[in-house]
Each structure stands twice: as C-alpha cells, then as structure tokens.
C-alpha cells in the first residue's frame, strides 16, 4: 500500500470518527400494532407522540429526536423480539417504546440490559413485565391496577355472586387473580371463572355457562379490540342483561371507539379505568385539542394515546438527563419519582416499581348529547400497581 | 337438562353457519373437482359489501344480503374467466391449490389496503337484534334466522342438484365431460354457473355468519381450515353429507367451548380425527 493511499485511508477513517461523535439525531424504536385487528391502538401511539411532539419540538438538548415505528400486528414474541433487535442493531435506537400486549414486550425485555436500551412500555398490563429488566417503566396501567378497584366497586353495588371471564393469557389472568383475591377479602364469593382463549369469537357457550352458575354480576377482561365488542353483545343478547346479571369489567371492554357499536344496549355497563375521553380537566382538553390539530379523529382516540403521550415526555426527560448519551442506569434514575398532571390526572412514577401510579376511576356507560361516554362516577386516587407493590 | 338446552341451540347455529359457507366450497370441490382455497376469501368479499352498504350507504339488511351476494359474483368473473377457467377438473391439484391460495392473498390484500386492518361491522335490523325467549333460554335472535338460512339453503341446493334439469346437466357435465358434450350440454356454462352459486353462497354465509365468524381482513384464512375440515368430514359434494359434518362439528365446538372454554378449539379437531378415522371418505363421501 502506498503512501498516498494509506493516507486517504487514514483521512476516511477520521472523517468515519468525526461523524459518529457529531450524530445528533437520538433515534427511538417504537414498537406497536400498525396494522391488524388492533391497529387503532398503534395508531394511537403515533397520536399521542405526534402530540408531545407537536407541543415541544423534536430537540431535546440539542439533539434531534427521530420515532420510528415498527409493527407487532399480533401477540407474537419472537416476531416482536427480531423488531426489537433489528431496531437496536441495524437502527441503532437509543430508546424502545411502545409494545401492545404482554408476551412481546417480555420477550423483548432479556435485550435491554445486554444491549443498554431502556423501554417504556406504552400499555402490556401484566405486572410482573416491569420485574423483568431494570431499564423498563411504564406509562399505562397493570391489570392489578384497575380490577383492585373494580372488585371493591362490585362489593359496594351489593354483588353477592360473580362470575369472572378473561381472556386466557398474562393479564388475564393478573385480572382474575387480582379480583378474586380482593373480592373474597371483602366477603364476596366468586362461583365461576372462565379463561377465554383469545381466538374466541363465538360468546354464546360462555354467556350459557355463567348463567348457569347464577352469578349475580360478571367481571370480564378481554383486551381492547375487536372481540370485546362480541363479547358484550352476547352478554345483551343472551338476556343476562335482561335477567339483571350485571356486567362489570375494566375500561378495555368499553373503550371508546367501541361504543357506537355496543349501542344503548350497552348503557350501564360499569367499568374501571385511568382513562376516559369525557375526562372533565384542562389538561385533558388541551390534549385532545393538540391530537385533533394533529389530523386525529375525537372518535378514534383510546388509552393507548394518553400512554404514548406520557411516555414521550419520559423519553424526554430522559434524553435530557443523560444529555443525550448512552447511558441507561442514569436515564431510568432520571425519571424514578417523576411526578406531573397528566391528561387522566395527577400521576407519577414509583421508584421502586418504576410504574405508573394514577388515579383510577369507576365509569358508567350514558348517554350524552346523543353520544355514548364512559361518564366518571368516583374516583380511586393514586393507585399503584397493587400487583407489585407491598401492601 | 338446563346444560343440553343451554348449548343446543347455540351449536345449531354454529353448525348452520359453517354450512351455510362450506357448501359453497363442497359443490366446488366434489362436482367440479376445484380445490378452491379462495371460497373464504368470496364469504369475505360478501361481509365486506354488506357491511359497506349498511354503514356507508344506509341499506336495509336484506338489500345489504343481495348487495353482497350478486357484488361478490360479479367481482369473481374476472377471476373465473382468466384463472378458474383453466383449473375446472382437468388440472392437477397441486396447480390447484397454488392457484387459489394466491388468489386468497391477493383478496386479502386489497381487502386490507381498501377497508383498513380493523374488524368491520354487519349491524343487525331491529328485528334481529336482542334475546329471544325459548322458554328453557334466551337466545340471540339472529342465531334463529341463521338456523332458518341454514335449513332454506339445504333444502333449496337439494332441490337443485338432485331434481331439476340444471343439477341433472352439472352431473352429467361433472361424470364424463366429453359425453355431456357430445350431447348438446354446454358445459363450461354449466361449471361457470355452479362457480357463480358457490361464489354467491360463501358471501351469503359470510354475511349472515358475521356474529359468529366477524369479518376482517385474515378472515379468508383464519377460517378456510375450519371450512375445508366441513368439506372433508361431510364428503365433497355431498349436501347432506356437509350438513351433516357441520352440525356435527358445530356440536363438538360448542360443547368443548361452554365445558372447557380454556381448551379452545381442541374438542372441534378431536371430533375431526374420530370421525375421519372411522370414516375416511367423509360421512356421506364416495370413495374416488
């Protein structure tokens, strides 16, 4: 080699280092149902970070910050685990966020402290995910969270006798735990549990079997999507309804986009959740106001975006604790104890759990000016992850 | 007591819905010898339509059904003309399958690309809508009309296959082809006319069938298994042979799902095996 050529070799490989320390763009890999049954939730998450985006730029200390979405369509582990990898290698994401449903955001979290990425979880609600890696917080709910409530509401409306479905996989499960647990605590009696597997289309057989049971009220989780709609139809359409079995669940059976559909046979159904559209705050009127500006339909807008919203401002947060380097262990530390107003309310994060204490509220499903909301009856304030924490 | 009336008329209706949409696909595959992959994929154009004509254009249910059935043909004739065309008995059944399998994507796609990723409503009539009372249960009111389809669709093909001049010319077409010919029996508008009656069928069952099986864009493949297991359990071709099969079926489902929920489908594929095993050509099947 000779001299020349070695010295252009030597010139390139400069100019190669000097590029890497400029690189000022922090890129963030986000993780979520694009397209698919439950794509309404992906594009959420998009809402909601286009929404913090809009309100505080794209730099943070002086550094660009660059979303990139990557598709989940499914509960599929591995297929969210190779996302997530190709997102950390080829990408070279400083940041994972985002993760609809449980099994994918727990195959991906044995990656994150190998490769130094901290994840925010934008709404798999089993409580043992935030367990699985240091670097993880969240920004949704737990399962734990919201049923705790839910079961001593069911106590407080003189239910005797509930039947308890889920759907059968983590949180599901976590849901049933949590109300058993609490409900038979207050003196209640649980007389029958169904696991749904989550293919479940056909509710008829299900419905027939509580009501069999005599249950006085059932409890039901299904994630938010396409099936809860079926399900609430059987609940009206096998006259349990009628018969006066009331139906309790968490706010997924009953989000908003939803309730067009369910109609007026849904009116009373009770839930428990951080979050309604109808929530009355300024906060979340300015929200909703920054996500309509952003193109998004009023109609459209769940849980997912309040999630995304927040843990925008998580990243943030983080980005500039860290001033934009590398370095996970100051980054969580940074937002351990955060606390702000969030659009459902006050809400900060445990430092022990590195989840989302909010308040969760009991809705009813009424009618207002001809349009169907989650109206929020009572309040349950600062909940924590009654999963994790020691109570 | 209260357990059989419980589940009874709740696997009726499964089992007339999977009838409904798999006979479509057992006249195809036992008359015309057409392995059509694609027949879920026509049941989901139907629920497609008349969920776009009931949201968009404010039809009335049974419009909306017409709607979807005569819609579906006529998107099918392209594909008839240029593909099936050429794969009507003759054609081996691997090209068979390829074939349609790749029709099946291709639907899928345009499926997803023009009505979007999310599940689609069928809204019900108020007529529809709500419990019946049975006396020993409530049932949805719609599952009764689906019975009711069911029952009208059996009775009505019966009557077509086995007693009138048009099921006389498709079985002379079907048994020897270059006979039927010879004897002044077109047959190739014999075949697109029982191409256009299962084509019209699927989209009738994947209309009436949208409580049960919702319609979405993986629709076409979610549940073509499920169809092609009908078709097999029942003997292809065979009307009696598919009703059979599919309250058979419908039964095992639906007992599995309010006994054992959490086992899922397991108690639909045993039944599979059982019947299968001891009946290798299908309950009411010829062997070939």
Same mark, same amino acid.
């Given at each position: 080699?000779?001299?020349?050529?070695?010295?252009?070799?030597?010139?390139?490989?400069?100019?190669?280092?000097?590029?890497?320390?400029?690189?000022?763009?922090?890129?963030?890999?986000?993780? *979520?149902?694009?397209?698919? @049954?439950?794509?309404?939730?992906?594009?959420?998450?998009?809402?909601?970070?286009?929404?913090?985006?809009?309100?505080?730029?794209?730099?943070?200390?002086?550094?660009?910050?660059?979303?990139?979405?990557?598709?989940?369509?499914?509960?599929?582990?591995?297929?969210? /685990?190779?996302?997530?990898?190709?997102?950390?290698?080829?990408?070279?994401?400083?940041?994972?966020?985002?993760?609809?449903?449980? @099994?994918?955001?727990?195959?991906?979290?044995?990656?994150?402290?190998?490769?130094?990425?901290?994840?925010?979880? $934008?709404?798999?609600?089993? &409580?043992?995910?935030?367990?699985?890696?240091?670097?993880?917080?969240?920004?949704?709910?737990?399962?734990?969270?919201?049923?705790?409530?839910?079961?001593?509401?069911?106590?407080?409306?003189?239910?005797?006798?509930?039947?308890?479905?889920?759907?059968?996989?983590?949180?599901?499960?976590?849901?049933?735990?949590? !109300?058993? /647990?609490? !409900?038979?605590?207050?003196? *209640?009696?649980?007389?029958?549990?169904?696991?749904?597997?989550?293919?479940?289309?056909?509710?008829?057989?299900?419905?027939?079997?509580? +009501?069999?049971?005599?249950?006085?009220?059932? !409890?039901?989780?299904?994630?938010?999507?396409?099936?809860?709609?079926?399900?609430?139809?059987?609940?009206?359409?096998?006259?349990?309804?009628? *018969?006066?079995?009331?139906? $309790?669940?968490?706010?997924?059976?009953?989000?908003?986009?939803?309730?067009?559909?369910? *109609?007026?046979?849904?009116?009373?159904?009770?839930?428990?959740?951080?979050?309604?559209? &109808?929530?009355?705050?300024?906060?979340?009127?300015?929200?909703?106001?920054?996500?309509? +500006?952003?193109?998004?339909?009023?109609?459209?807008?769940?849980?997912?975006?309040?999630?995304?919203?927040?843990?925008?401002?998580?990243?943030? /947060? $983080?980005?500039?604790?860290?001033?934009?380097?590398?370095?996970?262990?100051?980054?969580?530390?940074?937002?351990?104890? $955060?606390?702000?107003?969030?659009?459902?309310?006050?809400? &900060?994060?445990?430092?022990?759990?590195?989840?989302?204490?909010?308040?969760?509220?009991?809705?009813?499903?009424?009618?207002?000016?001809?349009?169907?909301?989650?109206?929020?009856?009572?309040?349950?304030?600062?909940? @924590?992850?009654?999963?994790?924490?020691?109570? | 007591?209260?357990?059989?009336? #419980?589940?009874?008329?709740?696997?009726?209706?499964?089992?007339?819905?999977?009838?409904?949409?798999?006979?479509?696909?057992?006249?195809?595959?036992?008359?015309?010898?057409?392995?059509?992959?694609?027949?879920?994929?026509?049941?989901?154009?139907?629920?497609?339509?008349?969920?776009?004509?009931?949201?968009?254009?404010?039809?009335?249910?049974?419009?909306?059904?017409?709607?979807?059935?005569?819609?579906?043909?006529?998107?099918?004739?392209?594909?008839?003309?240029?593909? =099936?065309?050429?794969? =009507?008995?003759? %054609?081996?059944?691997?090209?068979?399958?390829?074939?349609?399998?790749?029709?099946?994507?291709?639907?899928?796609?345009?499926?997803?690309?023009?009505?979007?990723?999310? %599940?689609?409503?069928?809204?019900?009539?108020?007529?529809?809508?709500?419990?019946?009372?049975?006396?020993?249960?409530?049932?949805?009111?719609?599952?009764?009309?689906?019975?009711?389809?069911?029952?009208?669709?059996?009775?009505?093909?019966?009557?077509?296959?086995?007693?009138?001049?048009? #099921?006389?010319?498709?079985?002379?077409?079907?048994?020897?082809?270059?006979?039927?010919?010879?004897? #002044?029996?077109?047959?190739?508008?014999? =075949?697109?006319?029982?191409?256009?009656?299962?084509?019209?069928?699927?989209?009738? #069952?994947?209309?009436?069938?949208?409580?049960?099986?919702?319609?979405?864009?993986?629709?076409?493949?979610?549940?073509?298994?499920?169809?092609?297991?009908?078709?097999?359990?029942?003997?292809?071709?065979?009307?009696?042979?598919?009703?059979?099969?599919?309250?058979?079926?419908?039964?095992?489902?639906?007992?599995?799902?309010?006994?054992?929920?959490?086992?899922?489908?397991?108690?639909?594929?045993?039944?599979?095996?059982?019947?299968?095993?001891?009946?290798?050509?299908?309950?009411?099947?010829?062997?070939?």
């Amino acid at each position: 080699m000779g001299w020349g050529l070695r010295s252009v070799y030597a010139l390139a490989a400069v100019s190669l280092i000097a590029t890497g320390a400029r690189a000022d763009t922090i890129k963030v890999g986000v993780i *979520g149902t694009m397209s698919g @049954p439950y794509a309404l939730f992906g594009k959420n998450y998009k809402m909601g970070i286009d929404a913090w985006v809009a309100e505080h730029g794209n730099k943070v200390a002086g550094h660009t910050v660059e979303f990139v979405y990557r598709d989940e369509v499914s509960p599929n582990p591995a297929q969210s /685990k190779a996302l997530a990898q190709e997102l950390i290698v080829k990408e070279k994401v400083q940041y994972l966020a985002g993760l609809y449903f449980t @099994p994918n955001a727990m195959a991906v979290a044995p990656l994150l402290q190998e490769a130094k990425v901290p994840m925010v979880v $934008m709404n798999a609600a089993t &409580s043992s995910i935030t367990e699985k890696s240091p670097y993880i917080v969240r920004t949704s709910f737990t399962m734990f969270q919201n049923t705790v409530p839910a079961a001593k509401v069911a106590k407080q409306k003189g239910a005797t006798k509930v039947a308890i479905a889920v759907s059968d996989y983590g949180p599901g499960i976590d849901a049933e735990t949590a !109300f058993k /647990k609490t !409900f038979e605590a207050e003196g *209640g009696k649980v007389v029958e549990a169904v696991r749904m597997p989550l293919s479940t289309t056909d509710f008829g057989p299900i419905m027939q079997r509580i +009501k069999n049971s005599g249950a006085d009220m059932i !409890f039901t989780f299904l994630p938010a999507g396409p099936p809860t709609l079926g399900f609430v139809k059987a609940y009206i359409d096998n006259g349990l309804k009628a *018969g006066g079995v009331k139906l $309790m669940s968490t706010g997924d059976v009953v989000t908003e986009p939803d309730l067009p559909n369910i *109609g007026e046979a849904g009116l009373g159904i009770l839930s428990t959740y951080h979050y309604a559209v &109808s929530h009355d705050s300024p906060e979340n009127k300015a929200f909703l106001a920054l996500l309509q +500006k952003g193109g998004a339909k009023l109609d459209e807008v769940t849980m997912t975006s309040v999630a995304a919203y927040d843990g925008a401002r998580l990243i943030y /947060k $983080m980005i500039e604790a860290t001033s934009g380097k590398s370095d996970p262990d100051k980054a969580i530390a940074a937002v351990k104890g $955060m606390k702000w107003v969030s659009p459902r309310g006050e809400v &900060s994060i445990d430092p022990e759990t590195r989840h989302i204490t909010q308040n969760v509220y009991l809705r009813e499903v009424e009618k207002v000016d001809g349009k169907l909301i989650n109206r929020e009856l009572e309040t349950f304030k600062a909940q @924590p992850d009654w999963g994790l924490a020691k109570q | 007591m209260r357990t059989v009336f #419980g589940i009874l008329p709740d696997a009726l209706a499964y089992g007339m819905v999977l009838f409904t949409i798999s006979i479509g696909l057992s006249i195809m595959m036992g008359l015309m010898r057409v392995v059509n992959l694609a027949h879920g994929a026509f049941a989901m154009i139907g629920g497609y339509l008349a969920s776009f004509a009931l949201v968009s254009l404010g039809v009335s249910y049974p419009v909306a059904i017409l709607i979807a059935v005569i819609g579906a043909v006529i998107i099918s004739v392209p594909f008839e003309f240029l593909l =099936y065309r050429r794969i =009507y008995r003759k %054609s081996d059944e691997l090209t068979q399958i390829l074939l349609t399998i790749g029709i099946t994507f291709f639907i899928v796609g345009v499926a997803n690309y023009i009505f979007g990723p999310t %599940s689609k409503p069928i809204p019900l009539p108020e007529l529809l809508k709500g419990p019946f009372d049975l006396g020993v249960r409530m049932i949805p009111t719609h599952r009764l009309f689906v019975i009711g389809c069911g029952v009208v669709t059996a009775v009505a093909l019966w009557l077509l296959i086995e007693k009138t001049e048009f #099921g006389v010319r498709l079985r002379a077409a079907v048994d020897n082809g270059d006979m039927a010919e010879a004897l #002044g029996i077109r047959t190739q508008i014999v =075949y697109s006319a029982t191409f256009a009656l299962a084509v019209g069928l699927a989209a009738f #069952g994947g209309v009436v069938g949208a409580e049960l099986l919702p319609v979405e864009p993986f629709y076409a493949l979610r549940y073509m298994v499920t169809f092609l297991v009908v078709v097999s359990v029942g003997g292809a071709g065979s009307v009696s042979g598919a009703l059979a099969a599919s309250l058979l079926l419908g039964l095992a489902d639906t007992t599995g799902k309010y006994l054992a929920p959490e086992f899922g489908e397991f108690f639909f594929y045993v039944a599979v095996i059982v019947i299968v095993y001891i009946f290798p050509h299908g309950l009411f099947g010829r062997a070939h």
